[in-house]
C-alpha cells in the first residue's frame, strides 16, 4: 500500500510565523504535490515537483514555497503565515507520467492561523 | 490554463436512486478524466478515470461518461446507498499535463 504521511494533522500558529508543512511518501513516487482545501472551493493546487530539487507553481502559489531536497519528502513553507492561510493542506503523490496512475492523498494538516 | 467545472454543489438522493455528477472543463486536448471520493474526515480516492479515447466506463454501481465533442464528462453511481454519501470531485490535467486540477466538489447525501 501506498502511504503518504503527513507529520502534522492540526496546527496552530500565530500571524507572521513561518510555518513548515512536511509530506514523506514511501513508494518511490516521482511526483508529489500540494493542495489547499477549502469549502465552496474544492483541491486548489498550490505546487508540486516531478523530480528531486524541481518545483512547479500551481494555480496559487503565492505566500508559499517548497523545498524537495529528496525523493521521499516534500515540504510547503508558509513564509509569515497569514490569516487567510488557514485551510486543510493535502499533500499527494504519483508515480511518473501524471496521465497513468492515480494521486495518493495524504490525511491532510488542519492550519489554523490566529 | 485548464477550468474544471463541477455540478451540482450539493445532491440528495434516496437510497436506491441514482446520482449523476456532471464536470465541463476548457482544454479541448486533455485526454485523462478521474473522480474521486472523499469520505467525511478522509483522504480523497480514485474510485474511477476514464482516457479520452473510450465514451463510457463502468465499476459496478458507478460509470463515467465522456463527451469530447462538448468538452463534459459525468459519473453515475447506481442504486445508491448510504455508505455512498461523500464528497465527490472531478479532475482534468492542467495544461502542461503534469497536474491535476480538481472541481470544486460535489456534497452527495443518501438518506435511507
Known amino acids: 500500500d501506498v502511504k503518504v504521511t503527513q507529520s502534522s494533522r492540526y496546527l496552530v500558529k500565530r500571524t507572521g510565523e513561518k510555518v513548515f508543512l512536511e509530506c514523506v511518501q514511501d513508494?518511490?513516487?516521482?511526483?508529489m504535490f500540494w493542495y489547499r482545501q477549502d469549502p465552496g472551493l474544492g483541491l486548489r493546487l498550490i505546487y508540486f515537483?516531478?523530480?528531486?530539487?524541481?518545483?512547479e507553481k500551481g494555480d496559487i502559489p503565492e505566500g508559499y514555497s517548497v523545498s524537495r531536497e529528496k525523493k521521499e519528502r516534500f515540504s510547503l513553507i508558509l513564509e509569515s503565515a497569514s490569516t487567510n492561510q488557514t485551510s486543510m493542506y493535502l499533500c499527494?503523490?504519483?508515480?511518473?507520467?501524471?496521465?497513468?496512475?492515480?494521486?495518493?492523498f495524504g490525511e491532510g494538516s488542519r492550519l489554523t492561523v490566529l | 490554463g485548464e477550468n474544471v467545472e463541477q455540478h451540482p454543489s450539493t445532491l440528495s438522493v434516496q437510497e436506491g436512486d441514482s446520482a449523476v455528477i456532471k464536470c465541463t472543463y476548457s482544454?479541448?486536448?486533455?485526454?485523462?478524466f478521474p473522480w474521486y471520493k472523499q469520505e467525511l474526515g478522509k483522504r480523497p480516492q480514485l474510485i474511477i478515470d476514464?482516457?479520452?479515447?473510450?465514451g463510457e466506463k463502468k465499476d459496478q454501481r458507478i460509470a463515467v461518461t465522456l463527451n469530447k465533442t462538448a468538452k463534459h464528462f459525468s459519473l453515475h453511481i447506481t442504486e445508491t446507498q448510504p455508505e455512498d454519501s461523500a464528497v465527490y470531485f472531478c479532475?482534468?490535467?492542467?495544461?502542461?499535463?503534469?497536474?491535476?486540477?480538481f472541481g470544486k466538489g460535489t456534497t452527495l447525501s443518501v438518506s435511507s
Open positions: 499527494a503523490s504519483s508515480l511518473q507520467g501524471l496521465n497513468t496512475g492515480e494521486l495518493f
Open positions: 513508494m518511490d513516487h516521482e511526483n
Open positions: 515537483s516531478y523530480d528531486v530539487k524541481m518545483k
Open positions: 482544454d479541448s486536448a486533455s485526454n485523462y
Open positions: 476514464i482516457r479520452s479515447n473510450v
Open positions: 479532475a482534468a490535467p492542467n495544461q502542461a499535463g503534469t497536474a491535476l486540477i
